[in-house]
Antibody
Framework: EVQLVESGGTVVQPGGSLRLSCAAS????????MEWVRQVPGKTLEWVSL????????YYAGSVEGRFTISRDNSRNSLYLHMRSLTSEDTAIYYC???????????????WGQGTLVTVSS | QSVLTQPPSASGAPGQRVTISCSGS????????VNWYQQVPGTAPKLLIY???QRPSGIPDRFSASKSGTSASLAISGLQSEDEADYYC???????????FGLGTNVAIL
C-alpha cells in the first residue's frame, strides 16, 4: 500500500524558513516523480513544485520560484520542500503527491499524503 | 483567478446526473491531458480521472470524463450522497511549465 506521510509543518514568522519532509513507502520511490501541492483551508488547490524520479529536473510555480527548493533522497525514500522568505500567502496545507506513472514528468497525482499545515504569522 | 475555469457549484437529486465543465486554453487543456480530483471536506484530494477519461482502479463507472479542444467535462451519473465533495480539474500548462488547477466545483446532493 502506498503511503505518503508529510511532516515539518508549524507556525513560522514572516521572512522565516522551513523544511517540509515526506516519507514514502509501498512503491519504488526512485521510479516516480513527486510533487508538492498546497491548499489554503477552504480554498482551491495550488500546485507548488515537481521533481523528476532521479532529481535532475525540477519545476516551480511562479509564486514560489526562487524561494522554495524541492529535493529528494532516493536512498531514504524521502521528499523535501525547503521554503524561505515565507509570507502570509504561503500559509496552507502542503500535500506530498506521487505520479501515477513511472518515469513520467506530467502524470496525474494518484496518491496524496494527509498534508501538513504551515502557518506564517507573527 | 484560475487558469482553468469551473462552475463554483453544481447539484442534483440522488440518482440524477451532474456534469461539471472545465475550460482552459491551448497551452494547457488544448495540448495536455486533463485529470480530475475529488476532495471530500476534511480529507486529502483523491484522483478520480486521469489522462482525460481513464478511471483508476476502485473508481466506479458512474464517473466519466471527456476532453474536446480546450475544454473538458466530468459527469457523475446515479448521484449518491457520498458524491458530495469538491471536484477539481487539472492539466499541465506549457506556458507556465507547471500544473494548473481549476477553482473547484462543489457538488451538493439535493
Amino acid at each position: 500500500e502506498v503511503q505518503l506521510v508529510e511532516s515539518g509543518g508549524t507556525v513560522v514568522q514572516p521572512g522565516g524558513s522551513l523544511r517540509l519532509s515526506c516519507a514514502a513507502s509501498g512503491f519504488k520511490f526512485e521510479s516516480y516523480s513527486m510533487e508538492w501541492v498546497r491548499q489554503v483551508p477552504g480554498k482551491t488547490l495550488e500546485w507548488v513544485s515537481l521533481i523528476s524520479w532521479g532529481g535532475l529536473t525540477t519545476y516551480y510555480a511562479g509564486s514560489v520560484e526562487g524561494r522554495f527548493t524541492i529535493s529528494r533522497d532516493n536512498s531514504r525514500n524521502s521528499l523535501y520542500l525547503h521554503m524561505r522568505s515565507l509570507t502570509s500567502e504561503d500559509t496552507a496545507i502542503y500535500y506530498c503527491t506521487k505520479a501515477a506513472r513511472q518515469l513520467s514528468l506530467r502524470a496525474a497525482a494518484d496518491s496524496w499524503g494527509q498534508g501538513t499545515l504551515v502557518t506564517v504569522s507573527s | 483567478q484560475s487558469v482553468l475555469t469551473q462552475p463554483p457549484s453544481a447539484s442534483g437529486a440522488p440518482g440524477q446526473r451532474v456534469t461539471i465543465s472545465c475550460s482552459g486554453s491551448s497551452s494547457n487543456i488544448g495540448s495536455n491531458n486533463v485529470n480530475w480530483y475529488q476532495q471530500v471536506p476534511g480529507t486529502a484530494p483523491k484522483l478520480l480521472i486521469y489522462t482525460n477519461d481513464q478511471r483508476p482502479s476502485g473508481i466506479p463507472d458512474r464517473f466519466s470524463a471527456s476532453k474536446s479542444g480546450t475544454s473538458a467535462s466530468l459527469a457523475i451519473s446515479g448521484l449518491q450522497s457520498e458524491d458530495e465533495a469538491d471536484y477539481y480539474c487539472a492539466a499541465w500548462d506549457d506556458s507556465l511549465n507547471g500544473f494548473v488547477f481549476g477553482l473547484g466545483t462543489n457538488v451538493a446532493i439535493l
